[in-house]
């Protein structure tokens, strides 16, 4: 069973803040979590969390968090409010002083040229966070449902693939849910000039086949218990990932951050970043090189050798 013991839920009191707490309630519930809820008064107020709402003040905030708490129906919670110099750091910060395992938020869920902006809080909290993020989008086009009964977890075949399987799995029993795993394959583009070689699509067509029965053999290993099914798409993997997830009604998706060290440590990966920022359902990024939630597979992960992604 995943290690979940301590879940926080940042909120600034906004919709998008709203529309994910049924997500943390119900992951605790799972897991018999202890669920932190955080408020954060941020310095000379120079950063607030991406809501056009206005702040209440330190003792309504501490009323309003109280009240989230007698919410829970007997969840084991723990409530308060701080300050910090911007609210990214003052979550990351309180995730690791208190040993948190999941971070659940909220981010703005839009149309658009705006619907790529996730809010300044919610990108840094993604880049930066050592342990799995869950991201709620308020978007007024689907209900917000805490009921998890479709997971979909897109494939890569890297050395992170194990871990995407295992936490899907478990989450898949703790919702009774179903499972998707899905590959695409990333066809390249050519200018309208150039004419590919005529074996291109005996190629592509190859690789989906050898991708189809890769992706059956992970789904074979999974315990019987858990209902798997299996798809192979063509395209470009971000854009295909969120329709498909549109297209087939799921209610979350599993995936890793490629996280880095050094500069490049503020890149989430490009397909997991388009996939948070356009996917029609909440997304769990899972962290590689931070907290596994795994209990008994961490270090066997990290003795693996490294491995490119397809």
Same mark, same amino acid.
């Given at each position: 069973?995943?290690?979940?013991?301590?879940?926080?839920?940042?909120?600034?009191?906004?919709?998008?803040?709203?529309?994910?707490? +049924?997500?943390?309630?119900?992951?605790a519930?799972?897991?018999?979590?202890?669920?932190?809820?955080?408020?954060?008064?941020?310095?000379?107020?120079?950063?607030?969390? #991406?809501?056009? #709402?206005?702040?209440?003040?330190?003792?309504?905030?501490?009323?309003?968090?109280?009240?989230?708490?007698?919410?829970?129906?007997?969840?084991?919670? !723990?409530?308060?409010?701080?300050?910090?110099?911007?609210?990214?750091?003052?979550?990351?910060?309180?995730?690791?002083?208190?040993?948190?395992?999941?971070?659940?938020?909220?981010?703005?869920?839009?149309?658009?040229?705006? =619907? @790529?902006?996730?809010? !300044?809080?919610?990108?840094?909290?993604?880049? @930066?966070?050592?342990?799995?993020?869950?991201?709620?989008?308020?978007?007024?086009?689907?209900?917000? =449902?805490?009921?998890?009964?479709?997971?979909l977890? +897109?494939?890569?075949?890297?050395?992170?693939?194990?871990?995407? &399987? #295992?936490?899907?799995?478990?989450?898949?029993?703790?919702?009774?849910?179903?499972?998707?795993? &899905?590959?695409?394959?990333?066809?390249?583009?050519?200018?309208? @000039?150039?004419v590919?070689?005529?074996?291109?699509?005996?190629?592509?067509?190859?690789?989906?086949?050898?991708?189809?029965?890769?992706?059956?053999?992970?789904?074979?290993?999974?315990?019987?218990?858990?209902?798997?099914?299996?798809?192979?798409?063509?395209?470009?993997?971000?854009?295909v990932?969120?329709? @498909?997830? &549109?297209?087939?009604?799921?209610?979350?998706?599993v995936?890793?951050?490629?996280?880095?060290?050094?500069?490049?440590?503020? &890149?989430?990966?490009?397909?997991?970043?388009l996939?948070?920022?356009?996917?029609?359902?909440?997304?769990l990024?899972?962290?590689?090189?931070?907290?596994?939630?795994?209990?008994?597979? !961490?270090?066997?992960?990290?003795?693996?050798?490294?491995?490119?992604?397809?």
């Open positions: 069973m995943l290690n979940i013991s301590k879940i926080l839920f940042p909120t600034d009191f906004s919709v998008h803040a709203q529309d994910a707490l +049924p997500y943390a309630i119900e992951l519930k799972r897991y018999d979590s202890e669920l932190h809820f955080l408020h954060l008064q941020v310095l000379h107020g120079a950063q607030r969390m #991406d809501s056009p #709402d206005v702040f209440p003040g330190e003792e309504e905030a501490r009323k309003q968090l109280a009240g989230h708490a007698e919410a829970t129906d007997g969840i084991r919670v !723990s409530h308060q409010t701080q300050r910090a110099i911007n609210a990214s750091t003052g979550v990351l910060a309180y995730a690791q002083d208190n040993d948190i395992d999941v971070i659940v938020m909220g981010a703005h869920g839009r149309r658009g040229l705006r =619907r @790529f902006l996730l809010g !300044s809080v919610v990108e840094e909290v993604l880049r @930066f966070s050592h342990v799995p993020v869950l991201i709620v989008r308020n978007d007024k086009s689907r209900m917000a =449902r805490s009921a998890i009964s479709r997971i977890v +897109p494939i890569d075949f890297s050395r992170h693939t194990q871990m995407s &399987l #295992d936490v899907s799995a478990d989450l898949a029993r703790a919702y009774r849910a179903e499972l998707c795993l &899905l590959h695409v394959v990333a066809v390249p583009t050519y200018p309208d @000039f150039y590919p070689a005529s074996g291109s699509s005996l190629n592509t067509a190859r690789i989906r086949q050898e991708a189809r029965d890769r992706i059956q053999e992970l789904a074979k290993g999974m315990q019987p218990d858990i209902a798997v099914e299996t798809d192979v798409r063509i395209g470009q993997a971000s854009s990932v969120s329709q @498909f997830a &549109l297209d087939k009604d799921f209610d979350l998706i995936m890793p951050t490629h996280s880095y060290s050094g500069l490049e440590r503020v &890149l989430l990966g490009s397909v997991t970043e996939v948070v920022r356009n996917a029609p359902c909440p997304v990024t899972l962290k590689p090189f931070g907290k596994d939630l795994r209990d008994s597979l !961490s270090e066997e992960l990290e003795a693996q050798p490294a491995e490119e992604g397809v």
